[in-house]
């Protein structure tokens, strides 16, 4: 089906979306042996939505092993982390509209919540690959939108700066970010300030960040510059290997 055109989804409720990939996530990894273990991997808004969904899926796993889940439940995949890139953590104050505006906007999305009136644009260098029709483009509807600002511009902050992530990520065995020095939407400080917060769940856990100098928000859709030998999808598949201890083919 060609879905050009359409725009995003609406999505107003942020912790929807997070209850959405934790029942996928345990509904794939039932589906598999403790043999094969998996990663939770986003980018962009995706990022911010597996930084919250594992969480809850950190939380059922302790359950699993405390017994205080069925046993038929118990037989997990092995779990190796998460990997983020350019994770929607924070905005860029100079991308959001003056504060009369933001607040009509706010008002609008409640009365046209699909629709796109001074909203972000969908770049369409996004499409992956470029000739895809199967993807989203044009401005995003405010009632995402708004979702989103919220998100960035006061729930992660304030999650920091109480505690609350190092609350949510306990028992994570790994985390890889990637993000660019030139990313024009979310601040590499507002990642670095989250990143910092980030536990793990022991001396042998891994906490890795790659800045890739030059390189925007859309970077995991761009072919990297400069001095750059690899793509963002090497940085990916690396971590991928690495914490899986075996090749993808």
Known sequence: ENTAGLGR???????????HVVEFAQQMSGKFSRS?????????????????????ILAKRRNSINGSMPPEQNEYPDFYGIALLAPSLGVNPGAIPPFPVVTALKALSFCMPSRGFMTPIEHPTYACPPTSTRNYSGHWPLSTSSMLLDLTSNRVPNDVIAGNVKQTMEGLPSLYVIMGDKDEIIPLQSVLDWFDAVPL???????????????????????????????AFDYLFEYLNTRAKKDFE
């Open 201 to 231: 769940s022991s001396d042998n856990g891994e906490k890795m960040l790659t800045v890739l100098e030059g390189a925007g928000h859309g970077f995991f859709h761009e072919r990297l510059k400069g001095s750059h030998k690899k793509t």
């Open 9 to 19: 989804a609406t999505c107003p409720n942020f912790d929807d979306l997070v209850k």
């Open 36 to 56: 094969k273990g998996f990663a939770m991997c986003g980018c962009s808004l995706g990022g911010a939505l597996v930084s919250f969904a594992v969480g809850g």
